[in-house]
């Protein structure tokens, strides 16, 4: 469970006057739901994000997942924590071009010092997983954008995190590619993970198996469905 308790975030920078991009959030998810965050571009999802992610620390507020406080976790500590229990998927993929589907997904466990073998038990389950086996060994410069982003969810999902984080995840891809997307995040959704995902695509708004859509404006909830 995740709980966000009055969050603020604010942006300083020396060459400009402080900058709110989040403003007292508040919010609780459960186990297993499937959230859709949606807003315009600057309503502060991608900070929100990356806040869940311990990628970056709130300037007030606290961050609680399953007991532990995330908002005040040294360095150290966030990676770790984002190791085990946060798979990221972004808009623009995030992959090392010039590697193979495999490498990519197999690369961060090897330098985790994860054993080969187990290494690729669990990079192909995650493949599978993301209907993306068939090119296990092409490199990422000659697939799709929906190739890519299927990658991608490989990479998220290979150390089994119980929380999927999705940033504008279907920004690059057509309908056809988006709808595929969709479908394999309703099958992680039904084995059990829970799934953020910050999203202005149509294709997000009335999916069955969504918990609930936030409304986000100006570093606000402004509502929820
Ligand atoms: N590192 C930063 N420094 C200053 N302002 C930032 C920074 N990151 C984001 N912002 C600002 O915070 C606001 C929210 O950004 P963001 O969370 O990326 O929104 P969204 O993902 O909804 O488009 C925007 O106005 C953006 O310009
Ligand atoms: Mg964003």
Redesign the pocket.
């Known amino acids: 469970m995740i709980t966000i308790e009055n969050i603020d975030k604010i942006?300083s920078?020396k060459s400009s006057e402080p900058?709110k991009?989040l403003d007292s959030i508040n919010l609780q998810i459960d186990d297993g739901e499937c959230i859709v965050l949606s807003?315009?571009?600057?309503?502060?999802?991608?900070?929100?994000l990356s806040i869940i992610a311990a990628l970056d620390k709130p300037s007030s507020g606290r961050v609680v997942v399953d007991g532990e406080l995330i908002s005040k976790l040294p360095d150290l500590h966030a990676s770790a924590y984002r190791a085990k229990s946060v798979g990221f998927i972004f808009q623009h993929f995030n992959l090392l071009e010039s590697l193979s589907v495999e490498d990519n997904i197999i690369a961060p466990l090897v330098n985790a010092g994860i054993d080969l073998s187990r290494v690729k038990e669990m990079s192909y389950r995650a493949m599978k997983e993301a209907s993306i086996e068939h090119k296990a060994s092409q490199a990422i410069r000659e697939l799709s954008g929906g190739e890519k982003q299927r990658c991608a969810i490989a990479r998220a999902i290979v150390r089994e995190p119980k929380y999927i984080i999705c940033?504008?995840p279907t920004a690059n891809l057509d309908r056809d590619n988006s709808l595929k997307f969709i479908d394999i995040i309703e099958r992680l959704h039904r084995s059990g993970k829970s799934i953020i995902i910050?999203t202005h695509d149509p294709l997000f708004a009335n999916l069955p198996f969504e918990s609930r859509v936030i409304h986000?404006r100006d570093?606000r909830v402004v509502d929820e469905v």
């Not at 807003?39 to 929100?48: Q, R, W, Y």
Request: aromatic fraction near 10%; charged fraction near 15%.
């Open positions: 942006y920078a900058f991009a807003g315009v571009s600057g309503s502060g999802k991608s900070t929100l940033d504008e910050a986000m570093g």
